[in-house]
């Protein structure tokens, strides 16, 4: 995929970002969508639906809910498509509600005993991108995990989000960009399998992770 994988952030060119709307009648007075490349806000790669060409990026964002919650599918050429860095939990924290503070630097804590850097997607990664109030009472914290976690770790995890006030929710992501559930991840009998969701599909793979 060039370096671009499912969840990967890319900012499209403005006059490319014109031209993509102007092809899409269906988005026309659609919320926030005029300024969303003027502002700097990225989309997000997404998974591609079944005969989707592959000569663009499937991406994607979603609006707040103040704006219908509505999930905006797109199909960006390419040359349109400049990457930019993930946003981690650290980078997110103070973009979350205050009640949820206390967890999130549990996690924080969590993570940098085992040398794991969490990445953020979901609400928090959008409100924390646009200052749009994404987050809701009911709104779960949504975490990117590196391969490399182990079974005690997310043992330690589960211990966490058993006393959070927001559900913990979110993937263990393999090299090839492929996201297994962590919960999933974390029950998977030894020698077991998990479904991993990739950009072209989902399939069950050996929770190989947990066995080292």
């Known amino acids: 995929m060039r370096g671009l994988l499912r969840h990967d952030l890319f900012v499209v060119a403005p006059d490319a970002w014109a031209r993509l709307l102007a092809g899409r009648p269906d988005l026309d007075r659609v919320p926030h969508l005029d300024a969303w490349a003027r502002s700097g806000w990225p989309v997000i790669v997404r998974r591609r639906h079944p005969g989707e060409a592959h000569d663009h990026l499937p991406a994607g964002l979603p609006l707040p809910p103040s704006a219908g919650k509505r999930r905006i599918g797109l199909a960006v050429p390419w040359p349109a498509a400049i990457p930019r860095p993930a946003v981690t939990l650290a980078a997110a924290r103070d973009a979350a509600p205050a009640a949820w503070h206390p967890a999130i630097d549990a996690v924080l804590a969590l993570a940098a005993a085992h040398g794991l850097v969490p990445r953020v997607f979901g609400g928090l990664l959008w409100q924390a991108l646009t200052g749009l109030p994404y987050l809701t009472a009911a709104s779960d914290l949504d975490l990117l995990w ?12 589960a211990a966490i989000a058993a006393g959070a006030p927001m559900r913990l929710d979110g993937e263990v992501v393999l090299p090839d960009g492929s996201g297994l559930n962590w919960r999933e991840l974390r029950e998977a009998r030894p020698g077991g399998s998990v479904l991993a969701k990739g950009l072209d ?12």
């Open 146 to 157: 590196p391969a490399d976690a182990t079974r005690g770790f997310l043992d330690r995890l």
């Open 201 to 212: 599909g989902a399939a069950l793979v050996r929770a190989a992770c947990l066995e080292s």
